[in-house]
């Protein structure tokens, strides 16, 4: 059975790559049996969703701040001049 150290370092992990189904089996049996363990999961899983809306947010502000293409053309045209 999994400790919870090694249980920690699996649940980074399993954000990365996919767990090898025996290991995935491990991981779940100790999550069933460590509330702690369970709650820190839940924890680490709302902290990645969190950060990944933030980064999808930023990516639309960032679009919705490009220029146009005409504005791109009409400041080219004043620096050239």
Not at 24 to 53: P, S, T, V, Y
Not at 58 to 75: G, M, P, T, W
Request: net charge positive.
């Amino acid at each position: 059975m999994l400790n919870c150290k090694e249980v920690a370092y699996l649940a980074s992990k399993q954000m990365d790559t996919k767990l090898v189904w025996t290991k995935r089996l491990q991981f779940r049996f100790h999550l069933w049996m460590c509330k702690n363990c369970a709650q820190f999961i839940r924890q680490i899983d709302f902290l990645h969703r969190a950060a990944g809306e933030i980064e999808n947010s930023q990516r639309l502000d960032s679009k919705s701040l490009s220029l146009s293409r005409d504005a791109r053309e009409r400041i080219s045209k004043r620096i050239s001049q």
